[in-house]
């Protein structure tokens, strides 16, 4: 399936026709053998919103996941939710929805371009291979100028049984998650966590900001090898809730290395008295006592026409 648009592609909201609701989006899959189709769309802007997808991908088999391409000269955006609680994604996985081992094939392919990806409301973008027996995961590439994640979002590559797929973020301004992941990860098996890199590694370029906040980036195992994180940047600030990890609880721990300058922000700061300032310190005479004239204190607001009189005057 090949979408091209010169201005925009957007999906949004909830449709009802001849009896039948649900969410608006594109949905190619497999039940058997064969591998999940193709899905290109490229517009100048696109955004998938309410709870609207895409999906490509095997529910039966060993077929493989679906390939997702999607290409926008300005920018992807998937956010809002559904009224029934259901979020925006893409997804190019592998199911086992029998639950016969053995029957999964390796997860799909998502690659992303625009100058500016934005996810929000729980969005995710996945692919996986779940299922005993099953596949590798598939490789998620994105490239874009910014990337903005908030509010519970995911970018994930992860297998129940085999090895986890790789993430590649290429981001030359900045890679900023607050209240979101980005995971490679596998549950069960030997399998070993997938790698996450962001920064280009050919060109030897990285982002001019990676922020974590309250987010974590991680390529973890169970019983195989932990993955891979490498992270190039300019600028790279991380509250101290947030966690970049390549763990394994049975295997070998993965790989965290990050190639930015040493910044210790806390140390440039000054850390203020908690104790309040008394007035009484400075005011030498007291209102009371300039009053002379008067048995009482008063407070008066006036409209200084030139500047205000000094403080002891």
């Given at each position: 399936v090949t979408l091209?648009?010169?201005e925009s592609v957007s999906f949004a909201g909830e449709s009802s026709k001849a009896g039948i609701s649900g969410i608006s989006g594109i949905w190619i899959s497999t039940e058997e053998a064969g591998d999940a189709g193709?899905?290109?769309?490229?517009?100048?802007?696109?955004?998938?919103?309410?709870?609207?997808?895409?999906?490509?991908?095997?529910?039966s088999g060993k077929g493989k996941g679906g390939e997702v391409t999607l290409n926008a000269a300005e920018t992807i955006t998937l956010s809002g939710v559904s009224s029934e609680g259901n979020r925006s994604f893409v997804d190019a996985s592998s199911y086992n929805i029998y639950g016969i081992i053995g029957n999964t094939g390796p997860g799909g392919k998502i690659s992303v371009s625009a100058q500016k990806l934005s996810i929000s409301d729980k969005g995710k973008i996945t692919t996986s291979s779940e299922g005993e027996g099953g596949g590798q995961a598939g490789d998620i590439s994105l490239n874009a100028s910014k990337l903005e994640m908030s509010g519970g979002t995911s970018i994930s590559s992860n297998a129940t049984f085999s090895g986890g797929g790789r993430i590649s973020v290429d981001a030359k301004d900045t890679v900023h998650l607050t209240d979101s992941s980005i995971t490679t990860n596998v549950a069960q098996g030997s399998g070993r966590g997938g790698d996450i890199t962001i920064g280009n590694p050919d060109t030897g370029t990285g982002s001019r900001?990676?922020?974590?906040?309250?987010?974590?980036?991680?390529?973890?195992?169970?019983?195989?090898?932990?993955?891979?994180?490498?992270?190039?940047?300019?600028?790279?600030?991380?509250?101290?809730?947030?966690?970049?990890?390549?763990?394994s609880e049975r295997g070998n721990q993965g790989t965290v290395k990050i190639d930015a300058p040493d910044l210790d922000i806390s140390s440039g700061l000054t850390i203020l008295s908690g104790n309040f300032f008394d007035a009484i310190r400075w005011a030498s005479?007291?209102?009371?006592?300039?009053?002379?004239?008067?048995?009482?204190?008063?407070?008066?607001?006036?409209i200084h026409i030139a500047h205000p009189v000094p403080f002891g005057d």
């Open positions: 091209k648009a010169a193709k899905l290109t769309i490229d517009a100048k802007n696109i955004s998938f919103a309410d709870g609207a997808y895409i999906i490509s991908g095997t529910f900001f990676v922020i974590l906040n309250r987010s974590h980036i991680q390529a973890n195992a169970q019983d195989g090898d932990g993955g891979a994180v490498f992270i190039q940047t300019e600028n790279f600030l991380k509250s101290a809730d947030s966690k970049v990890t390549a763990t005479t007291p209102c009371e006592a300039r009053s002379s004239d008067e048995p009482e204190s008063r407070f008066e607001v006036r």
